[in-house]
């Protein structure tokens, strides 16, 4: 794996992890309440998706989203 890309859509409240190409996207599966796995045409997991990411409160409060970042 050489890279994640995090994307936190601020107008869908959603969180959108990428562990592949996002472009390889083929199928989409929600597994739970708000919680959507994207994989590509051989059915391999290449990111999910995380719907309702704030609550309404944290949306209406100033500031960034933390971040925390491990590095190997």
Known sequence: MDKVRV???RTGNSLTVWFDEP???NLCE???DDVVLVRDR???VIGF???NYRSRKEQNE???IP???LML
Do not use: M, Q
């Open 49 to 51: 998706e995380r719907l």
């Open 62 to 64: 100033p500031g960034n």
């Open 42 to 44: 051989h059915s391999r």
């Open 23 to 25: 472009k390889k996207e």
């Open 67 to 69: 971040v925390e970042v």
């Open 7 to 9: 994307f936190y859509d």
């Open 30 to 32: 929600e597994i739970d």
